[in-house]
């Protein structure tokens, strides 16, 4: 009899042995620095995916939350429709975490901002009315 390497047996269409729960903290801390988002399209209602697709890989860079919607996509092989590689889940990831990180400190400043001139707010390099060419 042939042993399996994973533990999904392929005969039978299921996973022999149970999944490893993911740490409740650090489904926690993905779930809060991606504000309960899809990391592709960013809406909320999500599932925690593992990239490659080894369900007892727990590591914090293996794992991505996606709504159900890309969740199934990941899964997709052949025809016209390609789904996502790992790598491209990673790369999904890494961008959502930054502009997260960048709308948190942004959200942070805002009090500060409030009470400033609202010709102070910009300098002049990024106020964009005040560049070549705009009227």
């Given at each position: 009899m042939r042993k399996h390497r994973t533990a999904f047996d392929r005969r039978m269409k299921r996973y022999t042995k149970p999944r490893p729960k993911?740490?409740?903290?650090?489904?926690?801390?993905?779930?809060?620095?991606t504000r309960h988002q899809c990391c592709i399209c960013h809406t909320h209602d999500v599932q925690i995916h593992h990239a490659d697709n080894?369900?007892?890989?727990?590591?914090?860079?293996?794992?991505i939350p996606l709504c159900g919607n890309c969740h199934n996509r990941t899964s997709k092989s052949g025809g016209n429709t390609k789904g996502y590689t790992p790598e491209q889940l990673?790369?999904?990831?890494k961008n959502w975490f930054a502009?997260?990180?960048?709308?948190?400190?942004v959200a942070a400043l805002s009090p500060?901002?409030?009470?400033?001139?609202?010709?102070?707010?910009?300098?002049e390099r990024l106020d964009r009315s005040k560049s070549k060419?705009?009227?």
């Open positions: 993911i740490p409740r903290d650090l489904e926690n801390s993905i779930l809060v620095r080894n369900r007892a890989n727990n590591h914090e860079d293996n794992l990673r790369m999904y990831r502009k997260v990180e960048i709308a948190n400190e500060f901002l409030r009470d400033v001139p609202e010709n102070d707010k910009l300098p060419g705009v009227k």
